[in-house]
RNA sequence: CGGGGUGUGGCGCAGUUGGCUAGCGCGCAUGGUUUGGGACCAUGAGGCCCUGGGUUCAAGUCCCAGCACCCCGACCA
């Protein structure tokens, strides 16, 4: 992509809204830009960055036999009377009103929509067990949303379900799903850890969270790096030893990044879903649900990854993995070889942001530096005296040169 | 929903006890000089001063109401 081209630019203005690191170094690099509170438009870059994230978690829950489908946001109200959250949960929806006086919600949440979805073809015991799950944008009116991505009134989801026929069936299934949960965090890049929690509207027990230390999180947790697991500091006060294999813990900040609950029959009940078991008797599905805000986790990437000068992308959700500097000035050469290389990467297919603006050295490492893409390749007239570029990366402060001829077999390799 | 703050070109801000043509920086456009860490000079474009009422000869400025955004609480992926 040439950076000329692009919609939306760095700046160097802190937009005066901007309440976290997230929002400023997002809005700043041109990967946001807020509509109203809690509402963003996802920019190019910033869009990148988010599929890259959509793509991991597909890639783990299609690993645990999760079926990609897509929901409806906008839900009949009659759908939510079934279960009775059309009052419990009353206060977060975003309400409408179609012709004919029919009143629907922008879904906060799908259980009330898979659940009859699901009873339309589970007979038997033999269609159990299953998984569905979507990536899907939550309404909820939140009494406050704030700091940037982290918490909005509309943000992406990831959430999936899943139908067992015994709550055995379910608990082992929920481990897979944890486990999964974790490589997904590991693989963006962020330290992770489970945290029993205290469950919420959707289930009174058997609820999970998972955590992601950063100095900038809402939560304090003790965590354990023996097991990998926390407890919220709220309801395990002055604990010093591990519950689960006795090691030492220790207090960190954390933002909350995903929760799994065991929801059992609480939506299969008043949904009517049931199946034929091998006994020939006619029982209730045992449900488990699973979320990761998606939107969210490009916010806490950034909260958990920056400095100073701007944000530092772990490679596996880089919007692109290169960005590529011409400093040509009025040289036509230094210009066209640039281009030139360039156009090389783009044929090899490698993920190049080429910054092919006519400005001044200062100004395009700057920018670089906020919008924080793992490689930096200079190109200049001092470089090419030695047929060679300037690499470096972001997450050091030292480049070094590369012979020219030898950057493509290098971003191959 | 309680308490506090803010609203002025695209962005960040200033605007005196109400007063004359509403300023500054960044960005943008044109020309020129520059080019390895936020370049410089010149010229120029761009403004329902959040909205609606009111007070006044006169309102960006004062009063009332509303809306939006931010902060602190209660709630959450």
Avoid at 215 to 238: F, Q, Y
């Amino acid at each position: 992509m040439r950076y000329s081209r692009m919609l939306g630019r760095a700046s160097y203005e802190v937009p005066h809204d901007a309440d976290s690191v997230n929002a400023k170094l997002l809005t700043q690099g041109g990967f946001i830009d807020k509509v109203a509170a809690g509402i963003y438009n996802h920019l190019p870059l910033g869009l990148r960055v988010l599929q890259n994230i959509n793509d991991i978690i597909r890639e783990e829950m299609n690993f645990v036999q999760g079926q990609e489908l897509l929901m409806p946001a906008l839900h009949p109200i009659e759908l939510w009377k079934q279960t009775g959250r059309d009052k419990t949960m009353d206060d977060i929806f975003y309400k409408t009103r179609a012709s004919g006086d029919r009143d629907f919600v922008f879904g906060p949440s799908h259980e009330e929509v898979v659940t009859p979805l699901v009873a339309k073809y589970v007979r038997s015991y033999k269609d159990l067990p299953m998984s569905v799950y979507q990536l899907q944008t939550k309404f909820r009116d939140e009494p406050r949303a704030k700091s940037g991505l982290l918490r909005g009134r509309e943000f992406g989801m990831k959430d999936m379900y899943s139908f067992h026929t015994s709550t055995e069936d379910l608990d082992a299934y929920y481990e897979e799903v944890k486990a999964a949960y974790l490589r997904v965090y590991e693989r963006c890049g962020l330290r992770a850890y489970v945290v029993k929690a205290a469950g919420g509207v959707f289930t009174d027990q058997y609820t999970h969270e998972f955590s992601v230390v950063t100095p900038a999180g809402e939560d304090t947790i003790l965590v354990c790096d023996a097991c990998k697991t926390a407890e919220n500091s709220e309801i395990a006060k002055s604990m010093d030893r591990c519950e689960t294999c006795g090691g030492p813990v220790k207090k960190e900040k954390a933002i909350e990044a995903g929760n799994i609950f065991k929801l059992g029959t609480k939506f299969s009940e008043p949904c009517n879903l049931h199946f034929t078991d091998k006994d020939g008797q006619r029982k209730l599905v045992v449900m488990g649900c699973y979320g990761i805000g998606n939107t969210r986790m490009v916010g806490t990437i950034v909260e958990a990854s920056h400095d100073d000068k701007g944000i530092i992308w772990p490679e596996s959700v880089a919007p692109y993995r290169v960005h590529l500097i011409a400093l040509a000035g009025k040289d036509p050469v230094v210009a066209q070889r640039a281009e030139q290389l360039y156009l090389e990467l783009l044929k090899a297919h490698v993920e190049v942001l080429f910054d092919d603006r006519d400005d001044s050295a200062g100004k395009k490492f700057t920018d670089a530096d906020l919008i924080g893409l793992p490689i930096r390749i200079v190109v200049s007239a001092r470089t090419l005296e030695k047929e060679s570029v300037e690499w470096k990366r972001r997450s050091e402060s030292e480049g070094a040169m590369v012979l020219l001829q030898d950057v493509l077999p290098k971003l191959i390799a």
